[in-house]
């Protein structure tokens, strides 16, 4: 059974304690702070037989049907495939279980993540669900880009935000969870998962610190003409695009910061610092407000999984990325 983070303590209190019960909430915040663990144990006492100080028994026949991934009264929707969205005929299926009595006499409880995943028809058709669950349900949605939902789906929630951790809780449950790196190395990852300790995490096991060093290394490349665009893109296949899109919109915003304010603190992180401050003094702001405008775009088309060609997406930025130095 899933427990609450450190950084979760009062939030837990707040949900756990209420005395009635939303029909439907929308747990929304950064990904990678441990929503899903707050919407499991949440879900772990909506449906715990016998309750007591706010935490979920574990020992009644509810708790162990849960623990073994069993219990007919709890419902899990999310994409079938990774990266996939969720569709309408899951959607369907969740409805159907709505609507039906719960099998052990309590509560049913449904947990959609990420709830952004659902495509418009499959969306559109929890709604009714959302507003009028059958029976006692609750339905607990988790969201990490909640700009992304359809605004008919967010009115029918209790809408909760989820506490980023300060960067001191952060660092003290990295350096316990990850043992064998160094305090440099942890404060790296924190920066790269903007804040979110699990995704922290999740990069160092991903490798994303050495991609990018690799990305690094390849736009100083690009920009000394020692690397075509086309190979650049080649070389970066291990890459996510989302972690490309969201380096390259970081770097963009900081060099207009840079235009505007003269800052060197607001640079970012030491290994892109210097190229960050040269690309702002030998580009025309309204270059970097165009290129910066094109990656906005073009992330919000990754993060919707457009169907892209990555190949032609990459060249493209890249082509652009090469000519920011000189006149516009």
Known sequence: MADVYPWQAALWQQLAGRAQHA???????????????????????????????????????????????????????????????????????????????????????????????MNLNAANALLKSLEEPSGDTVLLLISHQPSRLLPTVKSRCVQQACPLPDATASLLWLAEALPDSSEEERHELLYLAAGSPLAAARMQAQGVREQRALVVEGVKKLLKQQISP??????????????????????????????????????????????????????????????????????????????????????????????????G
């Open 230 to 327: 086309s190979q650049l893109a080649e070389s970066w296949n291990a890459v996510a695009l989302p972690l490309l899109f969201d380096w390259f919109c970081d770097w963009s915003q900081r060099m207009l910061r840079y235009q505007l304010t003269e800052d060197e603190e607001g640079l970012g992180q030491a290994d892109m610092r210097k190229v960050v401050q040269y690309l702002a003094q030998k580009t025309p702001q309204g270059k970097v407000l165009q290129i910066q405008d094109w990656l906005l775009q073009q992330r919000q088309k990754v993060l919707g999984k457009a169907n892209l060609n990555r190949a032609l997406l990459l060249e493209a930025l890249l082509v652009q990325w090469a000519s920011l130095p000189g006149p």
């Open 23 to 117: 029909h439907a909430y929308l747990l929304h915040g950064p990904a990678g702070i441990g929503k899903r663990a707050m919407a499991e144990r949440l879900m772990a006492l909506l449906l715990c037989q016998k309750p007591a100080d706010l935490q979920p028994c574990g020992q009644c026949k509810s708790c162990h049907l849960l623990a073994a991934g069993s219990h007919p009264d709890n419902f899990i929707l999310e994409p079938e495939e990774a990266d996939k969205p969720i569709k309408v005929d899951q959607v369907r299926v969740l409805v159907n279980f709505v609507v039906q009595t719960a099998q052990l006499g309590g509560r049913k409880v449904v947990l959609v993540e990420p709830a952004e995943a």
